[in-house]
């Protein structure tokens, strides 16, 4: 039998989403920072969430930002090369770099998919969610005994 794990109290669809998304078991190492995999901040305000991709290195074209069925995916790829030659032409040191990412968050259901954007500024990619004005339902609610 399979118990399904409790949310620990949380209040709003975000505290909910990061709690999902962060969860130890589900996502083993996200904890481990990595240049393969940038840090992400999630802000909440009444009219929005914010996401908040750390990507120093990275040019506003290496980001492609999909909304697709309540799933945002952000990719990115990046592509880094640099020589020195000696004087004759040959190569006396050559580098080459690439490195690329994915990642893909659930939606909160108070979100307008229609109406997201995305900047790209001083190594942040900033993704703005907008949201509904109508709150989500209530999923507890108490019921009266009649009798």
Known sequence: MDLMKWNGGLTTPLQQWVERFFNDEDFPGWKESSPAMPAVNVKETPQT????????????????????????????????ESESKEKDGNFIRKEFGFARF??????????????????????????????????????????????
């Open 49 to 80: 969430y914010e996401v908040e991709v750390a990507a120093p290195g990275y040019d506003k074209g290496d980001f492609q930002v999909s909304s697709e069925q309540r799933m945002l995916t952000i990719k990115a790829e990046h592509k880094k």
């Open 102 to 147: 994915e990642r893909r968050f659930t939606l909160p259901e108070d979100v307008r998919e229609e109406g997201i954007k995305a900047a790209f500024q001083n190594g942040i990619l900033t993704i703005t969610l907008p949201r509904t004005k109508e709150e989500p339902a209530s999923k507890a609610r108490k019921v009266a005994v009649e009798g």
